[in-house]
């Protein structure tokens, strides 16, 4: 249907059901990424996502909305959506998608409610930063209190999301500063998992372009293992969250509970920080 597109979906949902909502990204400015550039965007029709619904496994479980943000689409499409998924999947218990702080900001906390007992059960939320001038340089669009006060949104509706942070996001010499500072923000809410990605200068993107020019310069490797370990140091969740470090893009890969086991997670990154001081 759209095969031309490139498919991207979080780790997690590897053996989840994928149903395509939108292609491209209807965003597509942050300087570190390049995988929608030459993608133009658009909404998959509805009659195309029956017909696809029509042909999934009656019994199926777990879906997840394909699209860089499908929540862009809105209130009244996104409820559509999730009720044509539940006449023809009806035993479906969990819908999920990633989602962007500009997208979740035309929604409300009722309509959020609405579409949690819909059948929206989870949200991959790339807030990538704590810090306001790293969210500018890369052009995110948005700022940290703008991302706190949306996700404080989706705690008062009940619908749970990943947190998604890059280290290596602020460059040489900003880590720590980097890591305390997005360690601050998460703690202003609850989130059900921390997940970390490292930060990959991507062929064809803007960021690629400054590092050529010598305007950015990246961290190295045994700074950004110092930042994972500085937000193990400062994470301070109201509730259980787990801590992902397994994404393909990590320098190390860790899993674990916080605060539960902050002391072994912090032991295995400072082991792995030795090594690479000798």
């Known amino acids: 249907m759209y095969g031309s597109d490139a498919?991207?979906?979080?780790?997690?949902?590897?053996?989840?059901?994928?149903l395509p909502v939108t292609?491209?990204?209807?965003?597509?400015?942050?300087?570190?990424?390049?995988?929608y550039k030459d993608e133009e965007y658009s909404e998959v029709s509805f009659s195309d996502i029956e017909m696809q619904l029509m042909n999934t496994d009656?019994?199926?479980?777990?879906?997840?909305?394909?699209?860089?943000?499908?929540?862009?689409?809105?209130?009244?499409?996104?409820?559509q959506l999730l009720d044509m998924i539940h006449l023809h999947l009806p035993y479906c218990a969990r819908v999920a998608s990633y989602a962007a702080i500009r997208s979740i900001f035309k929604y409300s906390v009722e309509e959020l409610s609405i579409l949690h007992d819909a059948g929206l059960r989870l949200l991959y939320i790339g807030f990538e930063t704590g810090r306001d001038d790293i969210l500018k340089l890369m052009?995110?669009?948005?700022?940290?209190?703008?991302?706190?006060?949306?996700?404080?949104?989706?705690?008062?509706a009940n619908l749970p999301f990943n947190s998604i942070v890059m280290y290596g996001?602020?460059?040489?010499?900003?880590s720590v500063n980097n890591a305390i500072a997005t360690a601050k923000m998460i703690n202003q809410?609850?989130?059900?998992?921390f997940i970390t990605m490292n930060l990959v200068v991507m062929e064809g993107s803007r960021l690629r372009e400054m590092v050529q020019n010598h305007e950015y310069i990246p961290s190295g490797r045994r700074e950004r293992l110092i930042e994972i370990r500085t937000f193990l140091e400062n994470l301070e969740p109201k509730q259980p969250m787990l801590?992902?470090?397994?994404?393909?893009?990590?320098?190390?890969?860790?899993?674990?509970?916080?605060?539960?086991?902050?002391?072994?997670?912090?032991?295995?990154?400072?082991?792995?920080?030795e090594v690479h001081s000798n």
């Open 189 to 193: 809410f609850t989130t059900e998992k």
């Open 139 to 156: 052009n995110k669009g948005h700022t940290v209190e703008q991302a706190i006060q949306q996700a404080r949104k989706l705690n008062e």
């Open 58 to 79: 009656t019994y199926t479980e777990k879906l997840f909305l394909v699209g860089s943000d499908p929540m862009s689409i809105g209130f009244e499409k996104m409820k």
């Open 243 to 273: 801590f992902d470090t397994t994404h393909p893009t990590n320098l190390v890969r860790m899993f674990g509970t916080l605060p539960d086991e902050r002391r072994r997670l912090i032991r295995e990154i400072r082991n792995h920080i």
């Open 23 to 35: 292609s491209g990204c209807i965003y597509n400015k942050c300087l570190f990424c390049s995988m």
């Open 7 to 18: 498919i991207h979906y979080p780790q997690d949902e590897m053996n989840t059901v994928l």
């Open 169 to 174: 996001i602020a460059g040489e010499g900003e």
